[in-house]
């Protein structure tokens, strides 16, 4: 399995921005496809956002709609990193985000996370006035 740490949690109030990383010290994350996705207590993990591969793919980004014009997935190869850009959160934001790997492509049914063969150790956000 491949290593992935996530970092970028926090506690923030409603309407605040935090951005999260997803990176990778033993491999090119480029070469796959990255997920997030997240877990609150007593709920099902739900697929949150993923950007396919853009070394030999374009690259594309897919958002479950809660998430849609609220937060921003992308890359920045330089530094092996997916970032996923969260701005005007609400409470119902709040759970334990993963970020997760997948060969190449972000398939037709991502968001239910069943493709994705490693996955990182989560971080948790917290959405409260």
């Known amino acids: 399995q491949l290593q992935l740490v996530e970092s970028g949690g926090g506690l923030v109030q409603p309407g605040g921005s935090l951005r999260l990383s997803c990176a990778a010290s033993?491999?090119?994350?480029?070469?796959?496809?990255i997920g997030w996705f997240r877990q609150a207590p007593g709920k099902e993990r739900e697929g949150v956002s993923c950007i396919s591969s853009s070394d030999g793919s374009d690259g594309s980004t897919y958002y479950v709609d809660s998430v849609k014009g609220r937060f921003t997935i992308s890359r920045d190869n330089a530094k092996n990193t997916v970032y996923l850009q969260m701005n005007s959160l609400k409470p119902e934001d709040t759970a334990v985000y993963y970020c997760a790997a997948d060969t190449f492509l972000c398939g037709s049914s991502w968001y239910l996370g069943a493709d994705f063969d490693s996955w990182g150790q989560g971080t948790q956000v917290t959405v409260s006035s």
């Open positions: 033993e491999f090119t994350l480029d070469y796959y496809a």
